[in-house]
């Protein structure tokens, strides 16, 4: 009876041993399963960071795309005024106006027929300017609004929109007013974009100024507790100062801290840490 016993209970032992096993083996398949489940979403989820993530897996630049002719080479930008041909001699023409990290410089210009599609009018305070300006890709009007209410929450800072999206027409038009105050073309070219080369074409960049700066737009932005609090704080909503005072060799513009481009959260925390510049991070210095 006794080894009857015993040779039940060691029965029962391996039942229960197997199950345990099971039970095992399913719940690792589960959490595995859980886990490949959870990293495909977050790829899907940011498919407009996937330059960021090219370059982190591959360690080098991101492409970026170009507009090409019928025999494969790059396009040139057909954006040109009469007599100013020669500043677009080796511009190329993006082909991804649309993607929030895209370059725009004067290597790499913007179609002239190229209009966002999801304008809206800013709901922030607006300095007095014309209408025209007012307007911003729908994304970075609402990380502008965030970024005005917390530089009001946080310093008690009111800071003013200046200048928002700006069609090639009104580019070109403002261009020509620079030229004829700075005396040339070149000396114009330093202080303004030439039409197609302007980030306020893509509806995602915002001239920002305060009512200590009389509404315009100078250097001594920075001087301002306002021009600082940008300058520290608007990586956190997606954008970046894109033409810092120590990289005019680089960005081919004087300092303009006034001047904020949205780019997304993630690129612009990257920039902020990096210290790069859009041109850096593309390579292209
Ligand atoms: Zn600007």
């Not at 795309?65 to 100013?84: C, F, H, N, R, Y």
């Not at 920075?222 to 609090?229: D, I, M, R, S």
Request: hydrophobic residues 35%; contains cysteine.
């Amino acid at each position: 009876m006794a080894r009857r016993k015993k040779i039940r209970a060691k029965k029962r032992f391996f039942v229960f041993c197997l199950i345990l096993f099971i039970v095992v083996i399913l719940c690792v398949a589960g959490i595995a399963k859980l886990l490949s489940g959870g990293e495909s979403e977050n790829t899907g989820n940011q498919e407009h960071n996937s330059a960021i993530d090219q370059q982190t897996q591959e360690n080098a630049p991101p492409e970026i795309p170009v507009v090409t002719s019928e025999d494969g080479t790059p396009a040139l930008s057909a954006a040109v005024i009469p007599g100013t041909e020669y500043l677009y001699e080796s511009a190329r023409i993006i082909a991804n106006p649309e993607s929030y990290t895209c370059i725009v410089n004067r290597s790499y210009n913007l179609p002239s027929d190229y209009v966002p599609s999801d304008l809206v009018k800013v709901s922030v305070p607006f300095a007095p300017r014309m209408e025209e300006v007012k307007y911003m890709r729908e994304d970075a009007s609402k990380a502008l609004t965030q970024m005005f209410d917390a530089a009001m929450e946080e310093g008690g800072y009111a800071l003013y929109g200046a200048s928002g999206y700006r069609s090639f027409k009104l580019q070109q038009s403002l261009f020509n007013t620079n030229v004829g105050r700075k005396g040339s073309i070149e000396q114009a070219n330093l202080v303004s974009a030439l039409p197609g080369q302007s980030e306020h074409q893509l509806g995602l960049a915002m001239d920002i100024t305060s009512e200590s700066m009389g509404y315009s737009l100078t250097e001594d932005f920075y001087n301002t507790p306002e021009g600082k609090w940008v300058t520290d704080n608007c990586y956190r909503f997606g954008f970046i100062i894109r033409y810092p005072a120590d990289k005019t060799d680089i960005t081919g513009y004087l300092y303009e801290p006034w001047h904020c481009r949205y780019v997304g959260t993630e690129l612009a925390k990257q920039l902020y840490e990096s210290g790069q510049t859009l041109e850096e991070y593309y390579g292209l210095a």
